[in-house]
């Protein structure tokens, strides 16, 4: 079930830039038999992101959202001048998955935006691959 869904323009809009998003989802972990971690949900979620012709960027790593550790996957597609970022960071709670997931016109703007995730007290951090 979808919680929030915001976009920067209505989703049936065109526009010559990437229609920025914030998705927030959750499902029943019950709909998942085997799933026992955040990081197992991608399994299903980077298949279905494929099959919408996005290649993954960085596999699922390790993401802080304040008091609550998620794990976070990136992922693009290219749509001809312009490419999409796609990132979701998930977390399982009570029964649930719950998603995460930020589209974007760069890297720059969704790690912008996922990076003020967050659930307590304090900064957001986390653990890129990209660096060393």
Excluded: C, W
Excluded at 96 to 104: D, H, K, L, P, R
Aim: no cysteine; glycine share 10%; hydrophobic share 40%.
């Amino acid at each position: 079930m979808v919680l929030l869904a915001v976009f920067e323009r209505p989703p049936e809009a065109t526009g010559r830039t990437v229609n920025s998003a914030v998705v927030i989802a959750a499902e029943s972990v019950s709909a998942y038999p085997g799933l026992k971690t955040a990081a197992d949900y991608f399994g299903p979620l980077t298949e279905v992101t494929l099959s919408k012709g996005f290649k993954v960027v960085n596999e699922p790593f390790d993401f802080s959202g304040g008091a609550n550790q998620l794990v976070r996957g990136d992922f693009s597609k290219d749509m001809g001048t312009l490419t999409m970022h796609q990132s979701s960071a998930v977390v399982l709670k009570k029964g649930y998955v719950v998603s995460f997931t930020v589209i974007g016109g760069s890297e720059d703007e969704v790690d912008e935006l996922l990076e003020k995730l967050s659930f307590g007290l304090g900064s957001p951090t986390r653990k890129n691959p990209k660096t060393k």
